[in-house]
């Protein structure tokens, strides 16, 4: 039973554009929510989180909102460059567990 | 120095092979992460050491065998392994507290052969 969903597998963006990567989860006990970025044949690189008592966090090109009435949560990047083109996992943490959802890869066209 | 390293970064074994994956990190983390990830798949963790001790063990089957001996040092023994447990074992660490941010490491490809 997946606790973390991201029912996008994949997205495509415009240099320029804006990405929004959507996350769904089941539990409501979840602390905080974190996303990842991933490279091929690189490990998962931190990018921001939130606590599940906030609504908005910014850092730069990125802000994570979250909805907890809608348990969800979702990833803005502003502007979208070719860089960012990579595997985006959400993830939450439950007590020391870090559980991943699937997993959306972001395709960036120059 | 933010970095998690591990070593090798490719391995292959025969199933009667005994073997070891090595993570270390000098970030002062107490806490450190055993994860599997399989092709198209998320990361899964495997195992949690807080403070040097096994905190959390995901139901691994005992051919995993982690070890942690110091806080900067995380091991993996693998014996008697299966070809469907040829994955990408990733390591990671964190300081402890709610909401820490796991920082991975490049992970190792494993293939059992």
């Known amino acids: 039973d997946q606790q973390v969903k991201q029912n996008s597998p994949s997205l495509s963006v415009q240099e320029g554009r804006i990405s929004i990567l959507n996350c769904d989860y089941t539990?409501?006990?979840?602390?905080?929510f974190l996303w990842y970025k991933k490279y091929p044949a690189e490990g998962p690189t931190f990018l921001i989180s939130i606590s599940s008592i906030k609504d908005k966090n910014e850092d730069g090109r990125f802000t994570v909102f979250l909805n907890k009435s809608a348990k969800h949560l979702s990833l803005h990047i502003v502007p979208s460059q070719p860089g960012d083109s990579a595997v985006y996992f959400c993830a939450a943490i439950y007590y020391d567990k870090v559980i991943f959802g699937p997993g959306t890869s972001l395709s960036v066209i120059p | 120095d933010t970095e998690v390293t591990q070593t090798p970064k490719h391995l292959v074994m025969g199933m009667t092979n005994k073997k070891s994956l090595k993570c270390e990190q000098h970030?002062?983390?107490?806490?450190m992460y055993w994860y599997k990830q399989k092709a198209k798949k998320p990361p899964e963790l495997m195992f949690v050491?807080?403070?040097?001790?096994?905190?959390i063990n995901e139901s691994v089957p005992s051919r995993f065998s982690p070890e942690c001996p110091n806080s900067s040092l995380l091991n993996l023994h693998l014996h008697a392994l299966q070809p469907e447990d040829s994955a990408l074992y990733l390591c990671a660490s964190s300081q402890l507290g709610q909401g820490a941010e796991q920082y991975f490491g490049p992970g190792t490809r494993l293939t059992v052969t």
């Open positions: 050491y807080s403070y040097e001790k096994l905190s």
């Open positions: 539990n409501s006990m979840f602390d905080y």
């Open positions: 970030m002062g983390h107490r806490a």
